[in-house]
Nanobody, 123 residues
Framework: QVQLVESGGGLVQAGGSLRLSCAASGSILRINAMGWYRQAPGKQRELVAGIISAGSTNYADSVKGRFTISRDNAKNTVYLQMNSLKPEDTAVYYC?????????????????WGQGTQVTVSS
């Protein structure tokens, strides 16, 4: 029905940059809020950045000024530009999207997760 596919993770040195992408596909009517979360080993998943359909954004204090979230509504895609990366940014990054879609019988709404992409920042 609906799928979120992430890309862009990898290994980077401290101070470097990465850009994550997450594309939604399927019988999508509308995508409301989209966001990026991350989970480091032994820690709970935390919100990194969020963006609503109108474009307003919010960020975790730990990434403000370094990360930028954006979205392309025509492509059903959300991006996370990560600059000045630090070793403590190392985690699996997940995208999340609140999607209204057609399930074959009627339109409904659900919060979908991507499969996760590893980001590793070396010191």
């Amino acid at each position: 029905q609906v799928q979120l596919v992430e890309s862009g993770g990898g290994l980077v040195q401290a101070g470097g940059s990465l850009r994550l992408s997450c594309a939604a596909s399927g019988s999508i009517l509308r995508i409301n809020a989209m966001g990026w979360y991350r989970q480091a080993p032994g820690k709970q998943r935390e919100l990194v950045a969020g963006i609503i359909s109108a474009g307003s954004t919010n960020y975790a204090d730990s990434v403000k000024g370094r990360f930028t979230i954006s979205r392309d509504n025509a492509k059903n895609t959300v991006y996370l530009q990560m600059n000045s990366l630090k070793p403590e940014d190392t985690a699996v990054y997940y995208c999340n999207a609140d999607i209204e879609y057609y399930n074959g019988k009627f339109y409904t709404k659900y919060g979908y997760w991507g499969q996760g992409t590893q980001v590793t920042v070396s010191s």
